[in-house]
């Protein structure tokens, strides 16, 4: 059984900064990849960005140059700083991980966390 656990959300004014984290725990033999998604009220769910295991790193267009999402293999966690925050990365973050998890013959599986609200007033 693997969970992925967010925290670090909350609310804070434009311009501010805030760190989420997500750890992974479980049965857990490798993780691939991690990485955040986004989705805000009556929208899709956007990719914000997402960290491989050997550190290579994409970004969504809105937060480029703004998020910078970053990896501790040894503890399974990844986080994404985000500065230079706006009142529309307001949304509810989650955390996405693919992972293999012991006794499944080396399957890849995707998980994702339960989400962490994110606002950013104006």
């Known amino acids: 059984q693997v969970q992925l656990v967010e925290s670090g959300g909350g609310l804070v004014q434009a311009g501010g900064s805030l760190r989420l984290s997500c750890a992974a725990s479980?049965?857990?033999?490798?993780?691939?990849?991690m990485g955040w998604y986004r989705q805000a009220p009556g929208k899709q769910r956007e990719s914000v960005a997402r960290i491989t295991s050997i550190g290579s790193t994409n970004y969504g267009n809105s937060v480029k140059g703004r998020f910078t999402i970053s990896r501790d293999n040894a503890k399974n966690t990844v986080y994404l700083q985000m500065n230079g925050l706006k009142p529309e990365d307001t949304a509810v973050y989650y955390c996405?991980?693919?992972?293999?998890?012991?006794?499944?013959?080396?399957?890849?599986?995707?998980?994702w966390g339960q989400g962490t609200q994110v606002t950013v007033s104006s």
């Open positions: 479980g049965s857990i033999l490798s993780i691939l990849a």
């Open positions: 996405n991980a693919d992972l293999v998890v012991a006794g499944t013959s080396g399957k890849l599986t995707n998980y």
